[in-house]
């Protein structure tokens, strides 16, 4: 098996939301998905592109079968950083070390634009991907909370300050 790993283009972006939705019901959440292939083009291949990613394809059937979609952040404290928002690979193609050639293109693309440092996170259950991570020599943070708010929070929050 041939995979060849590249920049993501327009075209891979339905393969791209299909590997998204894929986690989703791995990580038990699909119904959290509210992104759309209309939205994700305009995001990452539009004028202001949001964000980057890589695909890794098998090249025998032209498929998608994994990505890398990643952002530039910004640290007061180290400046501009990647953060690494998904890395997946279908299920049928786990195990043939497709993650870690498209984290080694992420980790490439990092160095050759200077980044200070990378981020991301994963969940405390998924032990497949903390053993990877660790493979990679990844440090966890174990100080730091993720916080997080929807529209709705952010909403609701906004009203009571009116």
Not at 54 to 62: C, G, H
Not at 134 to 144: N, P, R, V, Y
Request: overall charge negative; proline content about 2%; glycine content about 6%.
């Amino acid at each position: 098996m041939e995979i060849v790993v590249r920049k993501a283009e327009p075209k891979d972006v339905p393969a791209i939301m299909g590997l998204v939705r894929e986690l989703a019901l791995f990580e038990k959440a699909p119904e959290e998905v509210v992104n759309t292939e209309e939205k994700m083009l305009k995001d990452g291949f539009g004028e202001h592109p949001a964000f980057q990613a890589f695909v890794a394809e098998d090249d025998a059937t032209s498929t998608v079968v994994g990505i890398c979609l990643y952002y530039t952040a910004y640290s007061t404290w180290k400046g501009k950083y990647y953060f690494l928002d998904d890395i997946v690979v279908t299920e049928s193609y786990r195990q043939y070390g497709i993650g870690r050639k498209l984290m080694n293109a992420f980790l490439k693309a990092a160095q050759d634009n200077g980044i200070s440092h990378i981020r991301w996170q994963v969940l405390d259950w998924n032990e497949n991907a903390i053993k990877f991570y660790k493979s990679l020599g990844a440090h966890f943070d174990k100080e730091w909370y993720t916080c997080k708010m929807n529209g709705n929070t952010i909403n609701n929050y906004l009203q009571t300050q009116s």
